[in-house]
């Protein structure tokens, strides 16, 4: 079955960085956009990231450009997050999603999350 | 960038009642909007997409509405495992962006 599982979480101090890493199983991921989604603990949904199914297009939130970076490994099945001058704002749960284009009418969707990892920025 | 305006932010319902979210997009949007649940401690899942669509595997009773500016997901009949937080989501343009969520509860 398709399963997506992120690893790379942890507590860190402001200023720090971190690699943030989601395993792919299950369906043809070299096909596939995927991104980065966060939220923080009792709030709302962020995306932060995309990267095209070649990995040559990316794109950022405006909160994150410049901080981190999205890449893949389509002969590993692996998408990462570079995370670096993390910030106290960025302490979340962090999903990585596969992105569903419907090519008839342009829909696209986040299909499926995985379960997530944490960030904690703090001193 | 695009704002996701969600009402109410929380709703308190019994089994089998009509449940009505809405979601409103400060700009046009055709119908590049979906619809997630989200449980405690679970990631989303998607539950409608292209405004009106069900997501296979979801029920029925859960159907999607709207285009342009407003939209609507509703519940046709509550069930105990329909309580959770909902949240729409804006596939127009980049940043892809969230309204806050409605919370379902007793």
């Known amino acids: 079955q398709v399963q997506l599982v992120e690893s790379g979480g942890a507590l860190v101090k402001p200023g720090g960085s971190l690699r943030l890493s989601c395993a792919v199983s299950?369906?043809?991921?070299?096909?596939?956009?995927m991104s980065w989604i966060r939220q923080a603990p009792g709030k709302g949904l962020e995306w932060i990231s995309y990267?095209?199914?070649?990995?040559?297009?990316?794109n950022y939130a405006a909160s994150v450009k410049g901080r981190f970076a999205i890449s893949r490994d389509n002969a590993k099945n692996s998408l990462y997050l570079q995370i670096n001058r993390l910030r106290a704002e960025d302490t979340a749960v962090y999903y990585c999603a596969r992105d569903v284009l419907e090519y008839t009418y342009g829909s696209r969707w986040f299909d499926p999350w995985g379960q997530g990892t944490l960030v904690t920025v703090s001193t | 960038d695009i704002q996701m305006t969600q009402s109410p932010s929380s709703l308190s319902a019994s089994v089998g009642d009509r449940v009505t979210i809405t979601c409103r997009a400060s700009?046009?949007?055709?119908?590049?909007l979906n619809w997630y649940q989200q449980k405690p401690g679970k990631a989303p899942k998607v539950l409608i997409y292209?405004?009106?669509n069900l997501q296979s595997g979801v029920p029925p009773r859960f159907s999607g509405s709207g285009s342009g500016t407003d939209f609507t997901l509703t519940i046709s009949s509550l069930q105990p495992e329909d309580f959770a937080i909902y949240f729409c989501?804006?596939?127009?343009?980049?940043?892809?962006?969230f309204g806050l969520g409605t919370k379902v509860e007793v």
């Open positions: 299950g369906f043809s991921f070299s096909d596939y956009y």
């Open positions: 989501q804006q596939s127009d343009s980049p940043p892809w962006t």
């Open positions: 990267i095209s199914s070649s990995g040559n297009t990316v």
């Open positions: 292209g405004a009106s």
């Open positions: 700009q046009s949007i055709s119908t590049y």
